[in-house]
């Protein structure tokens, strides 16, 4: 049987982006992390980069626990709502766990979708 380190626990990320006091809001809906920029690159980077800090975090204190935070239910029908956006890409380093022999690079797809308008 598989550990849970070596089970692939994500496959992909969903990210939500929003409009929000002049400001767009990057919605990682797979890791619950939440970031803004005033421009969607400016927000997309921030998310990134917070993205690959968790899971970093997550492979070198082996609580993997924190890689299925996912986003409350009512985050993720507002994406299948939401208008979808081209699809990217995200180059993932997952540091060795218990002996630095080899590092590994996962590329995960990113499924991006954007609410235009938000209902008042």
């Avoid at 803004?36 to 927000?43: D, H």
């Avoid at 180059?91 to 979708?113: D, G, M, N």
Wanted: glycine residues 4%.
């Amino acid at each position: 049987m598989a550990s849970q380190s070596e089970s692939t626990i994500l496959t992909a990320l969903h990210y939500l982006f929003s409009h929000t006091d002049g400001k767009i809001v990057a919605h990682c809906l797979d890791l619950d992390l939440v970031t803004s920029g005033a421009t969607l690159e400016a927000a997309e980077d921030r998310l990134n980069a917070v993205v690959l800090a968790q899971i970093g975090l997550c492979y070198t204190s082996g609580n993997f626990a924190q890689l299925l935070a996912k986003a409350p239910s009512e985050y993720w029908q507002m994406a299948s709502n939401a208008q979808e956006m081209a699809r990217t890409h995200l180059e993932v380093e997952v540091p060795p766990v218990v002996l630095p022999v080899k590092r590994s690079v996962a590329t995960l797809p990113v499924y991006r979708s954007e609410i235009l308008a938000m209902a008042a």
